[in-house]
């Protein structure tokens, strides 16, 4: 329950090596798609990660593909695309990336 109360709020913040965290981001992100919340078409979440170092902060704010090491966090690909083939992934990724310019 914790969990799903978390992932229904405005901000998140979690922590880094959480996979409590980690499945939060996958529910916001679900939601985030749901509910066309601001930056959704781009995998982008208003959440961010407690870090001493600030380094693993703004992970969830910008579109990361899926990397090494992978338990700690979730990755956009979890929502945004994983209902649609790699073409349809293509194309949109070149709308977006022409509608940023």
């Known amino acids: 329950i914790d969990q799903l109360i978390a992932s229904r709020g405005r901000i998140f913040f979690?922590?880094?090596?959480?996979?409590?965290?980690?499945y939060i981001n996958r529910m916001k992100g679900y939601a985030s798609r749901k509910d066309k919340v601001d930056g959704y078409l781009e995998g982008k979440l208003?959440?961010?990660y407690f870090n001493?170092?600030?380094?693993?902060k703004y992970q969830m704010v910008v579109y990361k593909p899926v990397k090494l090491p992978i338990y700690m966090r979730e990755f956009p690909t979890a929502w945004r695309?994983?209902?649609?083939?790699?073409?349809?992934i293509h194309n949109e990724d070149m709308r977006i990336e022409a509608h940023q310019q």
Not at 81 to 88: C, F, H, L, V
């Open 46 to 48: 208003n959440s961010y």
């Open 81 to 88: 695309d994983i209902d649609r083939g790699i073409e349809d």
């Open 14 to 22: 979690g922590t880094w090596f959480s996979t409590l965290s980690g």
């Open 52 to 56: 001493p170092s600030d380094r693993e």
